[in-house]
């Protein structure tokens, strides 16, 4: 799913393409996209884009008389620009947003079309798609405590919880915590003050890093490889190859379809988490600690 990094590289690059241009019209591929029927699709034909923003994961694009288009692309939805007016392939393409230069189109692989599009008026409408987590690479340190530790949770769950913090996801997390030297199974309600500022420190330092780097790496182009896998990741992703700090082969837990990866050396003091799955599996033979099983 296109995390808070990724959504900022879309943005960087939808701006200088879109912004104070009319919309000729919106194709609709895809029946299941559109998740509302008011205001209609015919609203959007002739009105300018005046700003976009970043809801979380979502991209809310406003237009003229306060009407706003929020995309929320899921796991597998991407978003494309392309010579005005392209065909639309049904079993690839969602829809089109056709403008006199160039079009944005949206796709989604695979069967399962999650992805959505909500039209809707004002800000009262546009406040329904804001989960209303904290923003990370603005919010301070006391904000960010305050929020970290409102709730007993597991770092890697408060993290990713959307009404705690904006944008973050399974990968980025699995970053964070690395550059914090903090294991994702540790709770919120005992960590140190210091440990919290290591964390806020490592939040908005990683993620304004990727932001930049994405961003950079698309240059004038748009961006067109979004993946939860990228080159440079210290352990998201990484199962089995050296840590990049300590060369620990990193480890990971998986649970209800999602992967995290931590570094046990630089995270849990050597030792393993148990995994659902082959903890369960192995019992007694389970290792405890990375010497163990690296023996």
């Known amino acids: 799913m296109p995390e808070l990094p990724d959504v900022e590289a879309y943005l960087a690059a939808l701006r200088p393409r879109i912004e104070g241009r009319p919309v000729r019209r919106l194709r609709l591929v895809s029946p299941f996209f559109l998740r509302t029927a008011s205001p209609p699709v015919a609203a959007l034909e002739g009105r300018r884009i005046v700003g976009l923003r970043r809801l979380g994961k979502r991209i809310a694009i406003g237009l003229e008389d306060d009407l706003w288009a929020v995309i929320h692309l899921m796991i597998a939805g991407r978003l494309h620009w392309t010579d005005p007016d392209p065909a639309l392939n049904p079993r690839r393409h969602l829809a089109a947003v056709d403008f006199g230069h160039g079009s944005l189109t949206v796709t989604e692989a695979g069967s399962k079309k999650r992805a959505s599009l909500h039209l809707v008026d004002g800000a009262a409408g546009l406040a329904v798609h804001d989960r209303g987590g904290l923003e990370p690479l603005t919010a301070n340190r006391e904000a960010f405590a305050a929020v970290l530790t409102a709730e007993n949770r597991t770092l890697k769950r408060r993290l990713t919880d959307p009404t705690a913090f904006s944008g973050i996801g399974n990968a980025y997390s699995d970053e964070i915590l690395h550059a914090a030297r903090l294991s994702p199974a540790a709770l919120t309600g005992r960590l140190t003050e210091e440990e919290v500022g290591r964390l806020h420190d490592a939040t908005r330092t990683t993620l304004q890093a990727w932001v930049d780097r994405l961003v950079a790496e698309a240059g004038e182009r748009f961006p067109e490889k979004v993946t939860a896998l990228r080159d440079g990741m210290a352990v998201h992703g990484r199962y089995g190859k050296p840590c990049p700090v300590c060369a ?41 600690r990375i010497e163990d099983l690296e023996k």
């Open 248 to 288: 620990t082969a990193v480890q990971r837990i998986k649970y209800a379809g999602n992967e995290t990866n931590y570094c046990p050396r630089c995270q849990t003091e050597g030792r393993l988490l148990a995994d659902r799955y082959f903890s369960t599996l192995l019992k007694k033979d389970w290792p405890k």
